[in-house]
């Protein structure tokens, strides 16, 4: 499966985004997709992340109440919408998809085996 992340740009702290991953090459069904971001000169940390058919969702503690994952099975894609940007959620965005995830790895990068090229979120404080 190829994913496609965008929706990245600009925006002023305060302001919302909202992420999108497309998936190509088989339905996503199955999986799980996770969101992660890399900020500058910091390691690749997870985010969020919905397990597609039972529409569950997870996240960081630094994004609950603000990040929202959802998903819409028709268009093979999955949102990440994000409000109350904050000058610390610059960062590259990516997407990643696993088949298999159990919970207790869910925020693990290994544990996800289809990756997108990320997209730059830059908050403007």
């Known amino acids: 499966v190829q994913l496609q992340a965008f929706g990245g740009g600009l925006v002023q702290a305060g302001g919302s985004l909202r992420l999108s991953c497309v998936a190509s090459?088989?339905?996503?069904?199955?999986?799980?997709v996770g969101w992660f971001r890399q900020a500058p000169g910091k390691e690749r940390d997870f985010v969020a992340a919905?397990?597609?058919?039972?529409?569950?969702?997870y996240s960081v503690e630094s994004v609950k109440g603000r990040f929202t994952a959802t998903r819409d099975n028709a268009k093979n894609a999955v949102y990440l919408q994000m409000n109350s940007l904050r000058p610390d959620d610059t960062a590259v965005y990516y997407c990643a998809a696993s088949s298999s995830v159990i919970q207790s790895a869910i925020a693990s990068q290994t544990a996800y085996g289809y990756w997108g090229q990320g997209t730059l979120v830059t908050v403007s404080s």
């Open positions: 919905i397990k597609f058919r039972s529409r569950h969702t």
């Open positions: 090459g088989r339905t996503f069904d199955s999986y799980t």
